[in-house]
């Protein structure tokens, strides 16, 4: 049965394909929230299903919507094909919609990487949330299922001694990062300092305004001027993306996963194959992913160690993929 109910999904999703069979191949259709809800009651009501099974199979499909962000940084116009990270920086180059929203907030939202650190005092509720949702709101709090970081650099193409052409002693690389909405934040405009429950919900821009977003990955730190942002000196395992191969001189565009279902111990041989290929030898347990709440922000960011080392950022792309 749950065989033939599958099937009937996969042909359901075809014809429910906007884009036609012949731009299928090119453009993937992506549900959005409501084509995951009416393909539920599409199945329900043909095959008189549980509702435990028809999560299931469209788990097993992994029907969910989903949202994309993106920055190039190849400017055609000046001719610049990258952009370059010089030793010891810690730079956030991407920002997610927020977990649950498939669209940025802002035009400047997805980039803006100034936003000052800052202790999360009071975290914006999830009703607020699904006050503007609706029923596109995810009806678990951790809904999310898989990401896939998409990211195109190299290093400074010289160098690296007996390492060169490994991962091994790479000092750029790129983080994961976390942020949350918090109610305590100041903002710049008087009227965003409003909590997040006195905030018109018809404006997203306003209902969560992104200068109220703190960071909690990487955690803020006492400098000696202030606040600063935590950054360790070499690559964190739980949190690295992937590092550049060692005195690379062509840029390499890497594809990496977190699912919901990543289950490899940080001490395992797997995980030492992860850090083989680059990546975090701590991320490949999925907690990242299993902890996301519905509101939470990922950013990404691009970092370098030691005089020499430069991070040399052509493109970065993140898509968030989420149950309903």
């Known amino acids: 049965m749950f065989r033939q109910a599958y099937d009937y999904v996969i042909n359901q999703i075809g014809a429910m394909n906007p884009l036609g069979p012949a731009t299928q191949q090119e453009r993937p259709f992506e549900p959005s929230p409501v084509d995951v809800l009416v393909l539920r009651v599409m199945i329900q009501k043909a095959r008189a299903l549980p509702l435990e099974i028809v999560n299931s199979i469209l788990e097993f ?3 969910w919507p989903c949202s994309h962000s993106s920055v190039d940084y190849r400017n055609p116009v000046t001719g610049h094909e990258s952009r370059l990270f010089r030793h010891d920086s810690n730079t956030m180059v991407l920002r997610t919609p927020p977990i649950g929203f498939r669209n940025p907030l802002t035009d400047r939202y997805s980039t803006d990487g100034t936003l ?3 202790h999360i005092g ?4 999830q ?3 699904e006050q503007h949702l609706g029923k596109a709101m ?3 709090r951790n809904p999310v299922r898989k990401i896939v970081f998409t990211i195109k650099s190299r290093d400074q193409g010289w160098g690296g001694g007996p390492s060169s052409g490994s991962y091994h002693g790479s000092y750029t690389w790129f983080e994961a990062g976390l942020e949350k909405f918090d109610d305590d934040a100041k903002c710049p405009n008087k009227k965003d300092n409003e909590p997040c429950s006195h905030q018109p919900i018809d404006k997203p821009d306003h209902f969560l305004p992104y200068c109220k977003l703190r960071s ?3 955690p803020p730190r006492e400098g000696e001027n202030g606040l600063t942002h935590g950054h360790n000196l070499t690559p964190h395992p739980k949190y690295m993306i992937q590092c550049n191969k060692v005195a690379e001189r062509s840029p390499i565009t890497y594809s990496v996963t977190w699912t919901w279902l990543d289950d490899v111990l940080p001490d ?3 995980a030492e194959d992860l850090a083989l290929f680059g990546r975090g030898s701590a991320t490949g347990d999925g907690e990242f992913v299993r902890n996301l709440e519905v509101g939470d922000v990922i950013t990404v960011w691009a970092k370098s160690r030691f005089p ?4 040399n950022v052509y493109s970065v792309k993140v898509s968030v993929y989420w149950a309903m």
């Open 122 to 125: 009071r975290g914006c509720k």
């Open 61 to 63: 499909a992994e029907y």
């Open 308 to 311: 020499g080392w430069v991070n």
């Open 268 to 270: 395992s041989p797997e």
């Open 116 to 118: 000052p650190p800052g």
């Open 216 to 218: 909690v990955q990487p």
């Open 138 to 140: 995810p009806p678990l």
């Open 127 to 129: 009703e607020l949330f």
